[in-house]
């Protein structure tokens, strides 16, 4: 069974700081994908980044960048210019690409903090 | 766009009593998920609707817990009878597509349970 491991239970950083969160997970697959969502307090998770195993290329969203290792099945998110809005939890989630029905597989989240 | 709607928030219980959760998801989307987030963790998948049928069941406690997603919209999940290690935030989502597991979920706010 694939497992999801974020050793970081809290972060914190400084506004307008870059801080990045470590993901690795544990998998035989070569196909998979690979995902950072976001909880705020308020609960509603939404998704952050995506990434697909078969792509060499990191994906990067406006101040939201991964460092995929496949090799090594690291999965970090970056984070540049930190805003008080981007205060939560975050989870790193892997979803087999077999099919539509597999799970997702969350780890247990890195709750972070932004300093004014 | 409206979201995914869940009903109640907050519910407090005695074990051995009953509880029903309720999801209503993004229009259009066939797929839906419930998950369970137990304080400190990630959400664990407990099943996957796609339209009104099944297609993964096998992390749900079938001997208490219960779901239906009758006409393929509004789903129910059900805890009967509850134990005090069901508390916890009950989280709904939704996505558009079948068999594609790249597809973003959306999550509604979630229903915090309590079993006293």
């Known amino acids: 069974a694939q497992t999801v491991t974020q050793s970081q239970p809290e972060m914190s950083v400084q506004e307008a700081e870059t801080v990045t969160l470590s993901c690795t997970y544990d998998?035989?697959?070569?196909?998979?994908?690979l995902f950072w969502y976001k909880q705020p307090p308020s609960r509603q998770m939404i998704l952050v980044i995506r990434q697909e195993a078969y792509k060499q290329q990191n994906a990067t969203e406006n101040r939201f960048s991964v460092n995929f290792q496949k090799a090594a099945k690291s999965f970090s998110l970056k984070i540049s210019d930190s805003q008080l809005g981007d205060a939560a939890m975050y989870f790193c989630a892997y979803r087999s690409a077999t099919s539509g029905n597999t799970p997702l597989v969350f780890g247990k989240g890195t709750r972070l903090s932004v300093i004014a | 766009e409206a979201g995914v709607a869940q009903s109640p928030r907050y519910k407090i219980i005695e074990k051995r009593q009953s509880v029903a959760f309720w999801c209503n998801p993004i229009?259009?989307?066939?797929?839906l998920y419930w998950y369970q987030q137990i304080l400190g963790q990630g959400p664990k998948l407990l099943i996957q609707?796609?339209?009104?049928?099944?297609?993964?069941d096998s992390q749900l406690p079938k001997d208490r817990f219960s779901a239906e997603r009758l006409k393929g919209v509004d789903s129910t999940l059900k805890i009967q009878p509850a134990k005090l290690e069901d508390s916890a935030v009950y989280l709904c989502?939704?996505?558009?597509?079948?068999?594609?597991?790249?597809?973003?979920?959306?999550f509604g706010p979630g229903t915090r349970l309590l079993v006293l």
């Open positions: 609707f796609q339209n009104n049928g099944v297609v993964d």
């Open positions: 229009s259009g989307h066939a797929t």
């Open positions: 998998t035989s697959e070569s196909d998979y994908y």
């Open positions: 989502a939704s996505s558009v597509g079948i068999w594609l597991p790249q597809e973003t979920q959306y």
